[in-house]
T-cell receptor, first 115, second 113 residues
């Protein structure tokens, strides 16, 4: 399997622009997670989906952030409008199973810089 | 809510020396515990995990960790560190009913020749 795929790997944009991050989970995985990593806050969960349905979006910073999962093989995280404080590395991860304790497999991340 | 503390932000060890990275968690029931490693510019890779059974867990790359319920700890160990082990290490906790993980702040490991 190719693993979790994220695109783009790097994104530089100007404040106020819309940014869309993309993720393809591992085939067969029914959970998908979006995390953000910054120096100040570390690695924090933004939102996660189960079977394409958002389960917990309490980590989404504000209304400028939105996430969708239109099908089992694709998810987007959108920031509109972007701000410099959104600069971070955004990770997508996926996992499978119902028992709990399943391994989350992480993508390589998207490094976002908002100028 | 669960939480994870990694008290050491940065550790430097000599190549060939032993290593122990500390992790303490806060959670009322038996947690699921994980150690991930992140090399520069890369995503996170699972080293090992614990969710039941033997409290000493073996992982990849020669790492092991021991779950100690009485101390709420899940420390990561390696008997002999290699230069390629230089990376950032994250401890994480999960719990039944919530699939998302809570991560510690990470420990950056530097290996001296």
């Amino acid at each position: 399997d190719a693993g979790v795929i994220q695109s783009p790997r790097h994104e530089v944009t100007e404040m106020g622009q819309e940014v869309t991050l993309r993720c393809k989970p591992i085939s067969g995985h029914d959970y998908l997670f979006w995390y953000r990593q910054t120096m100040m806050r570390g690695l924090e969960l933004l939102i996660y989906f189960n079977n394409n349905v958002p389960i917990d979006d309490s980590g989404m910073p504000e209304d400028r952030f939105s996430a969708k999962m239109p099908n089992a093989s694709f998810s987007t995280l959108k920031i509109q409008p972007s701000e410099p404080r959104d600069s971070a590395v955004y990770f997508c991860a996926s996992s499978a199973g119902l028992a709990g304790g399943e391994t989350q497999y992480f993508g390589p991340g998207t490094r976002l810089l908002v100028l | 809510a669960q939480s994870v503390t990694q008290p050491d932000i940065h550790i430097t060890v000599s190549e060939g020396a032993s290593l122990e990275l500390r992790c303490n968690y806060s959670y009322g029931a038996t947690p699921y515990l994980f150690w991930y490693v992140q090399s520069p510019g890369q995503g996170l890779q699972l080293l090992l995990k614990y969710f039941s059974g033997d409290t000493l867990v073996q992982g990849i790359k020669g790492f092991e960790a021991e779950f100690k319920r009485s101390q709420s700890s899940f420390n990561l160990r390696k008997p002999s560190v290699h230069w390629s082990d230089a990376a950032e290490y994250f401890c994480a906790v999960g719990r039944t009913g919530r699939r998302a993980l809570t991560f510690g702040s990470g420990t950056r490991l530097q290996v001296q020749p």
